[in-house]
Each structure stands twice: as C-alpha cells, then as structure tokens.
C-alpha cells in the first residue's frame, strides 16, 4: 500500500543485469548498483496531490539475455489532509503588480534549479532533521490563507525560534541560496537522482550557491521571513517534481545501500 506524498525506496535483484531503468507517474527512476551483488535501487516518490487509484510502475532491467519486464501495479491511496486556516500580511494573498513580476521572475529561476540534478546520489546514509526543534503533522495541509484556499503544504515546520541552527539533512550541494517572496531566505541542497531539500524562512543563510555540504553542516539560521505568521524553519522533500512527506523521508532506511 503506497500513500500520496510517500518517499518509496525500490529494490531489483537480477542476476546478471547491465543496468535497470524504470518510469512512475511520468518521472524517471533512476536505478544504481547497491553494495549487495546484482542488486539494484532506485529512490521513487508519489506527488502528495496525486490521484488515487492503480497506476503501474514500470521497471525493466537489461541482460545478456535481453529484457525483463518487471513493472508492478502500485495501488495509491489517500491520507485525508486536514485543513487549517491562517492570517497572513494581504500582500501575501493578493500581490501587488510590482511584487508578482518578482514571483515571476523567481518561478522561472526555481524551474532552472530543479532542472538539472547530479546523476548519481550524494547522499551516504539517512536523512536527519535539519534542526533540534519539535515538528508539527502540517504536510499536506489544504491551507486557507485570510479566508482563500491559497495552496497545499508541500514540506514540514518545525517550532524553531529565530536564531535556531539550521543543517544539512544529508550530504548534497547548494543549487540556489538566496531570498524569495514566498519562501523568504531559501537554501535549496541537490541530493542527486532529482532530489532536493529546501529550507525556507531563514534569518540567515551561511552557504552559497555550488558549495558543497555533509551532513549536519550549518545552512543557516532559522527565521520568520517571506509568508510566515511566525518564527519557523520550513523544510520539504522534492523527488522529481512531485513534493514528500518530510517525516517519512527521515524514516526511509538509506544507511547501507552503497
């Protein structure tokens, strides 16, 4: 059983097999050699807003001997996401025309972010929480910003006060490090094969773009800039396009796999 918005980890043991290559929900998964022989390992994900139902995910890997399809029917189903409302500054709801020329501007540079990833993972073992800071249950959230569905929450908070050191989950590299209108100051980490983590609403960012970080290396400082109501690290998950539940993501067992 797969939920929407599940980060999912797929094995393929085929003995002989040159390379594996498989597709779910239009996105490409990426197969490398694990640590253990003639297995092979792919990081996968369902979109928090995909539809419920079968949806068939592709895999086939190549021999000597030729192809073998080893596609499966995956069921997705639903979490039922609550609801919640907030009061947030107009200007957040309804943007002025100079301010949405900027939202723009970013949408097209966060294309070009998420447009080239490492092609092979940088990562080395499990996600950590980037900060020491309690979580709350908000992803998938249907917000409601001053009265308005304004959107889904895509990642997860955690109460951290101004000033809260704010890591590296896993190991990656900075792709972009720089305020937004919406996510206000924002580090985006390349993990490879397409996935990334961004941290959003900090005070300060202590990174730039193209370093690269381990785990557990400062980012930054957590804050209360860009739509906030409140002093809060927004962190979120992104496979390919389609955004993860951040908490499953650090449950997902990767220590070992290489």
């Given at each position: ?18 390379t ?26 369902v ?68 447009a ?29 910003f ?16 101004v ?10 590299t ?22 990334y ?7 300060r960012i ?12 400062r ?11 409140g ?12 955004y ?15």
């Amino acid at each position: 059983m797969v939920f929407a918005g599940s980060p999912e980890l797929i094995r393929v043991n085929v003995a002989g097999a040159s390379t594996v290559e498989g597709e779910s929900f239009g996105r490409k998964l990426q197969f490398f050699r694990g640590r253990e022989s003639n297995v092979w390992i792919a990081l996968a994900g369902v979109d928090v807003e995909a539809p419920e139902g079968p949806s068939i995910w592709q895999i086939v890997a190549h021999t000597a001997n030729g192809a073998i399809d080893l596609s499966q029917t995956v069921e997705i189903h639903s979490p039922h996401y609550r609801t919640g409302s907030l009061k947030v500054a107009p200007g957040f709801v309804e943007p002025a025309p100079e301010a949405l020329a900027r939202i723009q501007e970013e949408v097209k540079l966060k294309e070009e972010v998420f447009a080239t990833s490492a092609q092979n993972p940088l990562w080395t073992a499990s996600f950590r929480a980037p900060v020491s800071a309690l979580p709350t249950d908000s992803f998938g959230t249907r917000r409601m910003f001053n009265g308005k569905l304004a959107s889904i929450h895509k990642g997860m908070d955690f109460r951290a006060p101004v000033g809260t050191p704010v890591r590296a989950a896993s190991s990656g590299t900075v792709v972009l490090a720089q305020p937004l209108y919406y996510e206000g100051n924002c580090v985006v980490l390349d993990h490879g094969l397409g996935l990334y983590t961004l941290s959003m609403h900090l005070s300060r960012i202590d990174v730039s773009v193209g370093q690269s970080v381990n785990t557990g290396d400062r980012l930054g400082l957590s804050g209360a800039t860009g739509r906030v109501t409140g002093p809060h690290l927004h962190w979120a998950v992104r496979w390919q396009g389609a955004y993860l539940d951040p908490a499953k993501m650090l449950r997902l067992p990767l220590d070992g796999l290489r």
